[in-house]
């Protein structure tokens, strides 16, 4: 019989899941140039094994969080971490393109985990624990994508393209088998139904968005047909918007986003996501790629992969950096200021990379503005919903993020195809400096949304939670406690 795990086994396993989860779901990024390489296939197909994963994940983490709010939670993370290391072995597995993307598809449950590993925290800690412990959580999604790219590029690099995902299931089995050993039983509470109507619209609206963005360049923006899937996914998503308000069992609450602190987390989310990724995707084809047209290094897959390792140092810097901005400056500034030094990166990113240490600085800039943001949406979640909404609410919250992961994925994609002349081997500069000018455009609506929907000045999350609940745990998640 298992004995009732202890906060001090608890807090760094569910750790150790969200970064698992996190690595899984940045696994495709450094490896998507060798992919198209080894496969014989082109950049935006290739690009399908990192967006693929965001896409599922974005669809399946408000069904896991909604299955995992009830009384099956720990049943469900078991689940749902063994589909992910089965998706591990079918993507390391020599069958082709098509497999891998399959393997790659059933990674993307886990990035479902976090939320409930975030619910767990909630209520199996207790005060500043839980706090900080939630904080840390939100912020392994981003250390652990830049631990990720390094990881799996050096793998890689010894043992080829499919070693890397060997390698990733058997980080996923390790974190099976310890959440197997600790993680509590499930609160006692009425199972809830699965909205699976929901579940069919999210999934289908982002499916055609995602599939239409991708093949933009190689349609032609003229394409009726490109016109038809952009209007299919509107009508799927508003569909999706009004099923949810209506239904009384929706995967995700939508009620539960119009509060001011809610409102303004999910909203920065989702461009937060965005500009994340159009960072992510691009530099490791900028390592990778043979200079051509004033852009490229022709470093390995291991340098690429060192080129994130700054954004994940930074990211969790900035939990501590964020508390001392909300002490000075009120939490209501966090997100605004965190906006503008991510934008601070594309600036970089557009006047500053024919060195490759460049590259490595506007990492660690853009580190800095992500994990900022990051480490204050649970804080102002957590306030604005009662306990028993904590899986739901944070679901929508990861909707939301991974949904902006996949739209910078496949932006990426097609920006950079855009800029590659036809025989030539890598993008031109042109491209990278378009990805620079959209990571900017979106990082200032950031700035701007966040802070005419930030609740004032003292009551960051409209509730008893106050200012400092906010911003406390972001320095705890900094300081890696």
């Not at 009662?386 to 992961?405: C, D, H, I, K, W």
Request: glycine share 12%.
């Amino acid at each position: 019989m298992t004995t009732a795990p202890t906060p001090r086994a608890l807090v760094p396993v569910l750790i150790f899941v969200g970064t698992v989860v996190a690595v899984i779901s940045s696994l495709g990024a450094p490896l998507v140039p060798a992919i198209a390489e080894s496969m014989g296939t082109s950049l935006p197909s290739a690009q399908w094994s990192l967006t693929v994963t965001l896409l599922v994940g974005a669809v399946a983490t408000p069904v896991v969080g909604r299955l995992g709010d009830g009384p099956q939670r720990r049943r469900v993370m078991l689940v749902v971490l063994g589909v992910v290391t089965a998706g591990g072995v079918l993507a390391a597995l020599p069958l082709g393109l098509g497999w891998l993307i399959a393997g790659r598809a059933l990674q993307g449950f886990g990035l479902g985990l976090t939320p409930l590993a975030i619910a767990t925290a909630r209520e199996a800690l207790h005060g500043e624990r839980s706090r900080s412990t939630i904080a840390a959580l939100s912020i392994t999604v981003v250390a652990g994508v830049g631990l990720g790219y390094p990881v799996a590029g050096l793998v890689a690099e010894l043992g080829g393209v499919h070693a890397a995902f060997w390698a990733g299931a058997g980080v996923s089995l390790a974190a099976l088998l310890a959440s197997a050993v600790v993680l509590p039983p499930s609160p006692a509470s009425a199972p809830r139904r699965l909205d699976l109507v929901g579940a069919a619209l999210l999934g289908a609206g982002l499916a055609v968005l995602l599939l239409a963005l991708g093949q933009a360049e190689v349609w032609g923006w003229r394409s009726p047909l490109l016109w038809v899937l952009l209007g299919g996914a509107l009508v799927a998503l508003v569909a999706w918007v009004l099923w949810e308000k209506r239904t009384p069992s929706p995967l995700v609450d939508l009620r539960l986003a119009r509060t001011g602190a809610a409102a303004t987390a999910h909203a920065a989310a989702l461009l937060v996501g965005l500009a994340n990724y159009l960072l992510l995707a691009s530099v490791p084809v900028l390592a990778q790629a043979p200079p051509a047209d004033g852009a490229g290094f022709g470093t390995s897959i291991v340098v690429a992969g060192l080129a994130l390792l700054p954004f994940s140092l930074a990211s969790v810097l900035a939990g501590r950096l964020a508390r001392l901005l909300a002490d000075r400056a009120g939490a209501r500034a966090v997100l605004p200021v965190a906006a503008l030094v991510q934008g601070g990166a594309f600036v970089l990113f557009a006047l500053a990379r024919s060195q490759l240490w460049e590259v490595f600085l506007v990492m660690a800039v853009a580190g800095l503005g992500v994990g900022a943001a990051f480490a204050a949406f649970p804080a102002l979640i957590v306030s604005a919903v009662p306990a028993s909404e904590t899986g739901s609410a944070m679901s929508l919250n990861q909707v939301l993020r991974y949904t902006g992961f996949a739209i910078g994925s496949a932006l990426t994609a097609t920006v950079l195809t855009a800029a590659t002349a036809d025989g030539a081997p890598a993008p031109g500069a042109g491209g990278y400096t378009t990805v620079a000018v959209l990571g900017l455009v979106v990082c200032l609506a950031t700035a701007l949304v966040t802070w005419v929907t930030a609740p004032g000045r003292g009551s960051p999350g409209e509730g008893p939670a106050g200012a400092r609940r906010s911003s406390a745990p972001a320095a705890e998640a900094g300081s890696g406690r």
